[in-house]
Every structure is written in C-alpha cells, then in structure tokens.
C-alpha cells in the first residue's frame, strides 16, 4: 500500500471505531497540504457529518504544514468545546512547506504540542514510514510495514487508558 493509501485506510478505521465509542458530535477528522500555504480539509465535524464521502475525495498531497495546522485545529476544537481531547496525527514526514521547515519549525511544533497539551489534548503522532522528531507528542509510534496496524492500536489504546475516560 502506498502510504497515502494506508493514511485513508487508518482513517478509516479510527472513523468506525471512534463513532461506535463516542457520540458522534464529539468527533473531528481533518487532513492538509498545500504547495505554498497550508490547506485545511474538513472530513468530518458535527456541523459537517459527511465522512464516508469526503474521505474518497482525491487530496493533492504536496507539503506538510504541521505547525499551522495543528495550531489552527486546536483553535477551532476550543471555540466550541472544553473537553478532554484525543489529538491523533498520521504523517509521511517531517513539518515542511513553502519557506517552512527544518529545525525552526520542530521547535515551533514544539511550543504548539506543548500549549495543546496543557489545555488538555493528548497528542499521538502516527508516523508513516518516517517520523524526523518522535517526542513532539506525548504518544507516538512509527509503523513502517503498511500492512500491519497493530502498534497503531496499541499506542492508542495506552493513550485513552492513562488519560481519558470514553463515555
């Protein structure tokens, strides 16, 4: 599988498992690119409950504007919610874009991860065959055979089990 292809299937099946343990208005899933600037896209929210379709839409994958994006995502979870927060990321690679990137964009990452996860998100990155800086997030994992998914179970599990309480 190509890793893109692996990112829809794994979104797929966090889709299915989170619906069944959750209230589905709890639940968001986003993706982004973008050549020059970050692109932001909406798969699924409570205003926006259309996953299965949106997922099969074809996503120009290019750059990955991490940063902006986690932080833009923290923002909008806040404005409508103070709850506990699951915060799962699945990347092919390291923060990088249009004059974004390399050690000072890590080290921004770093402040982002650390500001969401004083306000309450547990963060797990899901690395995809590459991860340029594992403790970005309190909980991580690489998988690099795109056909098993098991350590991807089992680095979420640990994450809900120590920090939160599914009702």
């Not at 589905?24 to 932001?40: C, K, V």
């Not at 390291?94 to 004059?99: A, D, E, F, R, T």
């Not at 340029?132 to 998914?149: F, M, R």
Request: avoid cysteine; charge should be negative; charged fraction near 20%.
């Amino acid at each position: 599988a190509s890793p893109a292809k692996f990112q829809k299937t794994v979104m797929k099946s966090l889709y299915y498992l989170f619906n069944d343990l959750m209230r589905i208005t709890d639940l968001e899933i986003y993706g982004h690119t973008g050549a020059t600037s970050p692109e932001l896209y909406r798969y699924h929210s409570p205003e926006y409950p259309h996953f299965l379709e949106t997922i099969e839409k074809k996503m120009d994958y290019q750059e990955s504007y991490d940063g902006p994006i986690i932080q833009e995502i923290h923002k909008m979870v806040r404005k409508n919610s103070d709850k506990p927060v699951l915060f799962i990321s699945l990347s092919d690679g390291q923060p990088s874009g249009n004059q974004y990137g390399g050690p000072e964009a890590i080290s921004k990452m770093q402040q982002i991860m650390e500001k969401a996860k004083r306000d309450n998100f547990v963060t797990v990155g899901i690395g995809i065959q590459y991860f340029s800086s594992p403790g970005l997030y309190q909980y991580s994992v690489v998988v690099n055979n795109l056909d098993e998914t098991h350590s991807i179970a089992q680095v979420i599990n640990k994450a809900v089990k120590e920090n939160l309480v599914v009702d």
